[in-house]
């Protein structure tokens, strides 16, 4: 019986050197047809994509979540933020989600099929969810971005909890929440290049 991998513990990856992630400059919050639509010309272009979704979080027993309120794709050097409330976005959107031409990267990415199946009316198609590759390598069940950051990279990837739980239904993001989810895709994305899968390895 082979030995289990562990991952690092919150507090092991707390002492190493920060990941360096993308800067605000390269986060683009997605507003007019024109932005959308270069940015689905960008992402279709790419072939794959870290992803990622946040909703604004349920704090009563039976509360269903209306989220997601933002859906982030990453790319090598920068991320888009698409915010479902902006309708003129949504053929671009819904495409993206729908298309087999765009490897979606992500961690813990079940629950985020429902929702958007949900919201928006459309299933997710051609998803890695990178804690299957880790737990192919012997690793825990849910890896998640912060530990696999740290097992990959050696490297702490910083998630606020104050963040995490902020309102991502708001009209106009933080700073603080738009660095959170960028970031959030992009290390999935610089995860997945680290690891050199090759194709026919892909779970």
């Not at 030995?3 to 400059?25: D, Q, S, W």
């Not at 994509?49 to 979540?65: L, Q």
Request: charged fraction near 20%; glycine fraction near 6%; avoid cysteine.
């Amino acid at each position: 019986m082979s030995l289990r991998k562990m991952a690092p513990t919150k507090e092991e990856t707390a002492v190493m050197p920060p990941f360096p992630g993308l800067p605000l400059a390269r986060i683009f919050v997605l507003r007019t047809q024109a932005e959308f639509a270069a940015a689905f010309d960008e992402i279709l272009a790419a072939g794959r994509a870290g992803f990622d979704t946040e909703s604004k979080p349920t704090f009563t027993m039976g509360e269903v979540s209306e989220g997601p309120h933002v859906v982030q794709f990453a790319l090598s050097d920068k991320a888009f933020i698409f915010q479902p409330h902006r309708s003129e976005g949504h053929p671009f959107l819904t495409e993206l989600l729908h298309s087999d031409k765009v490897l979606k990267v992500g961690f813990g990415l079940q629950s985020d099929k429902g929702q958007i199946h949900a919201k928006l009316g459309v299933q997710l198609q051609t998803v890695l969810d990178l804690n299957s590759v880790f737990r192919q390598e012997g690793y825990n069940n849910s890896m998640g971005v912060r530990a696999a950051v740290g097992v990959v990279f050696k490297q702490y990837f910083q998630k606020s909890k104050k963040t995490t739980t902020s309102n991502w239904e708001a009209r106009e993001l933080t700073d603080k929440q738009l660095l959170y989810a960028a970031n959030d895709a992009y290390a999935a994305l610089k995860v997945l290049d680290a690891l050199k899968l090759a194709q026919p390895d892909l779970p």
